[in-house]
């Protein structure tokens, strides 16, 4: 799953990034609103954190903008804890909001809930056949036994397995595992899809041939 931190506060973009990518995510960032809406804007993340004070464009506006063209979750960060700021938030487009100082257990499961309500999900474990996926854990079992999985090779699980019953297509498969740092005309791909129908079973994994990868 692919993030993008909006954060002006050098240190807390900075530790965020660095827990959000331990969790698993691929994760942009920017500490400006103008190039934070440019990059919100044109590409397909699946949660957007975004704080309410930055420079440039505050968080209000570029809320404003973006639900103009997208319906990306956005969750909203301020360090005002006032009835009003959460009104105004909300009624703008945002799925969630967050006061700071925070808990990053809580970010993470709130980030968790948005990318899942928005896949249509309504439960936290999914259950595929003989293998189960356990999100808030990052846990694949397979018939009852615990699998061994990279965080990439978890982050492609997951989403595949939001997609249940779709051929998802390589690009969008790379646009949502990798993020602006990370070359994308490797092969990683590949590998990440091959280890996973080694530990998952051969058939979990569907080639669509010309086109991506789907999960029945």
């Not at 930055?54 to 804890?81: E, N």
């Not at 699980?157 to 595992?177: N, T």
Request: proline share 2%.
């Amino acid at each position: 799953m692919r993030l993008l931190v909006i954060e002006d506060e050098a240190d807390l973009l900075s530790s965020l990034a660095k827990a959000l990518r331990e969790e698993g995510y691929a994760v942009d960032t920017s500490e400006e609103g103008e190039e934070g809406l440019y990059k919100a804007m044109n590409t397909d993340y699946d949660a957007i954190i975004l704080d309410v004070m930055l420079p440039g464009l505050d968080g209000w506006t570029i809320l404003k903008k973006l639900r103009a063209k997208r319906k990306t979750p956005v969750l909203m960060l301020t360090a005002r804890d006032t009835s009003r700021d959460r009104v105004h938030g909300l009624d703008l487009g945002a799925d969630d909001y967050l006061v700071k100082p925070f808990d990053l257990n809580e970010l993470f499961a709130r980030v968790r809930a948005l990318i899942r309500r928005t896949a249509g999900l309504s439960r936290s474990v999914v259950q595929i056949g003989n293998v189960r996926i356990d999100i808030p854990a990052r846990q694949a079992f397979r018939s009852g036994k615990a699998v061994a999985l990279t965080h990439r090779e978890f982050t492609l699980l997951e989403f595949l397995a939001m997609h249940r019953g779709e051929a998802v297509s390589r690009a969008a498969l790379y646009e949502h595992l990798f993020d602006e740092n990370e070359n994308t005309l490797s092969n990683l791909l590949d590998v990440h899809i091959s280890n996973l129908r080694n530990k998952l079973g051969s058939e979990f994994i569907m080639t669509r041939r010309g086109y991506g990868y789907c999960i029945e």
